[in-house]
C-alpha cells in the first residue's frame, strides 16, 4: 500500500472501530491479525500494510477493504460473503440464556420463522452446514443485541478449530428439557469457561465443566477446545456463531 495512502487507512479503521463501539484488542482477535499490528498502525507505527492485512482488518471491522484503502466512500460488506444467487438460511429457533424447551424441538432443523427475511449462506462454510437463530434477551447484547439473528455453522461442518474468545452455542439439558444460547468461551488447564457476553449485570452469568482429557490443550491466548471435552450429558457444543445481522444488514463479522 502507497504510504500516502496510510493516514486514510489509519483514519478509516479508527472510525469504524468507533461505530461499531469495538476494540482494539477485539478487531485483532476476529482478524486474526499480529498482536500489535493495530497499534501499531493507529499510533502511525507502520509505513505500508500488506493486501492481506488489509482484507483482514476489513473483515474485522465489517466493511469492504476499497473503503478502508479510500478508493470508494461507502461502507459495505465484502461482497462475497453471502451468495444471493442461493436460497436463504433458515431461522430454526431461539438462542436465550434460561429458557428452557422440549429438548426435541428444532432437532430436524424446521422452519421457525418462514416469512422472516434471512441472508444466504456465507460461502466460507457448507450451505447444508448453516442455520440462523433468533437472538432473545441481552445476554450477548455486546455482540448483538435482543432480536438480532446469529448465523451459526453447525460443529459438525466447522471446519476450524475452536479457541478462546469463539462465541459458541452450547445445548444444555434438564431431563427432557433443552436450553440453547450462546456463550463466550475461556478457560485452562484445569476447566472450560463459558461466560455471557453482556454490559448488563444482571445478564451477567459464567459456568465452567472440567477438563477430562490429557490430550486437551490447555485454553490460552492461542490455544484450542476439543469438541469432545466440550461435550457431557448436560451440555454439548451446537454450533459456532460467525455473524449477526438485523433484517437482510449484518451487524457483527465473527
Sequence with gaps: MPQHDISVLKQRVQARLDDLGMTV???TRRGKLPKDFIYDLLNDRKKS??????????LALDCDHGYLEGQQNYISIVDNIV???RPPVYIIGEAAVGVYVDKSSGSKYQRFAPDMPTLPPDTRFPAEGQVDLFIRGNSINRFAPSGYILRCVLIDHWPELIRPGDLIVVDRFKG????RAAWRIFGNEKYIEYRTDSDIRSETQAWRTPVKSE???PLGEDAIASVEDMSTDEHKPFAVVIFAYAEPRIRRMF
Design 25 to 27: 484488542a477485539e478487531a
Design 176 to 179: 427432557d428439557l433443552r436450553e
Design 83 to 85: 451468495d444471493f444467487d
Design 49 to 58: 500494510v500488506r493486501s492481506d492485512n488489509i482484507y483482514k482488518l476489513a
Design 215 to 217: 490430550k486437551v490443550t
